[in-house]
């Protein structure tokens, strides 16, 4: 079994700056692909940022800039340095990670979800 859970999610000002966590736990063999995704409402999820295990890294152009995505391998955590945030940042996050375990092979995972939500 893998869980997938999401912490620092919260209320922000525009302006301000708030940090995600997700540590990944279970029978993992290895971690490849880790990510966040956000889905406001009423609107499709998208892709935020993500990282490989090699430490290439992806943003998507709405928060080129203003946010940063890492992660600590030791930890199977990955995290989400976003700042400067902005009003339409607002969404549910949710992280991602692509996970081979023994048997099982390679497969998505996700987190709950950890609601952002920034005021104006």
């Known amino acids: 079994q893998v869980q997938l859970v999401e912490s620092g999610g919260g209320l922000a000002q525009a302006g301000g700056s708030l940090t995600l966590s997700c540590a990944a736990s279970?029978?993992?063999?290895?971690?490849?692909?880790m990510g966040w995704y956000r889905q406001a409402p009423g609107k499709e999820r998208e892709l935020v940022a993500s990282t490989s295990n090699r430490g290439i890294t992806n943003y998507a152009d709405s928060v080129k800039g203003r946010f940063t995505i890492s992660r600590d391998n030791a930890k199977n955590t990955v995290y989400l340095q976003m700042n400067s945030l902005k009003p339409e940042d607002t969404a549910v996050y949710y992280c991602?990670?692509?996970?081979?375990?023994?048997?099982?092979?390679?497969?998505?995972?996700w987190g709950q979800g950890t609601q952002v939500t920034v005021s104006s």
């Open positions: 991602n990670a692509v996970i081979v375990r023994a048997i099982f092979g390679t497969n998505d995972y």
């Open positions: 279970g029978s993992i063999l290895r971690i490849n692909d």
